[in-house]
């Protein structure tokens, strides 16, 4: 999936302004980082891709077509194309590690026969195949987080977008999942991650865009 943002901006009815004139453009097929600091317009950057948010002004385009020529009826279509990843995970703990995986099949009404298919598979590319009966809350913080992946990938999205994926996590385990990421991104899929670790950034060698107070300063190769 390609992503382009032409002088975008996001302005809310308080006033704050938080993006202003962003421009960039993600090549299908490529992984990069968004970094900056809190409150920088991460988050709301990755809403507007997924139409959660709209733009006050500026064009995004995805896959060339205009996010703001898509009525409402499109929009369920255009999120099932986009996997999300979380910080908190948002697991629902009253579910098995199956259950939580299968949970954007069922919203988008796939065929019972092929969800059990597509959930193994999905945690098998986690390395998390032999823990799909166990409840999420037996599980560590890093396991939880690749049910939260399994989950963004088990729909075979075309963009992948991880808001703040390492976190909460230690060093070793944010590689792991960062890892993850990489092995996505070489089957072809668009990876876009938010990122304030700067130095695990640096360490993956790709694409950075840096946001601060809602502007685009950096857009260049390795940090």
Known sequence: MEIEFQQVGK????GQ???SQVSFHLRQGEMAFLTGHSGAGK????????????QSYGKILV???DLRTLGKAAIPFHRRRVGVVFQNHQLLFDRSVFHNVALPLQVSGADDSQVGKRVRAALDKVGLLGKEKLNPMALSGGEQQRIGIARAVVNKPQLLLADEPTGNLDPRLSAEIMNLFQEFNRVGVTVLIASHDLALVARMR??????????????GGFS
Do not use: F, P, W
């Open 11 to 14: 302005k809310y009815e308080s």
């Open 63 to 65: 896959d060339n077509v």
């Open 206 to 219: 790709h694409r950075v865009l840096t946001l601060n107070q809602g502007r685009m300063v950096n857009d």
């Open 17 to 19: 302004e938080a993006l």
């Open 43 to 54: 988050s709301t950057l990755m809403k507007l891709i997924m139409m959660i948010e709209r």
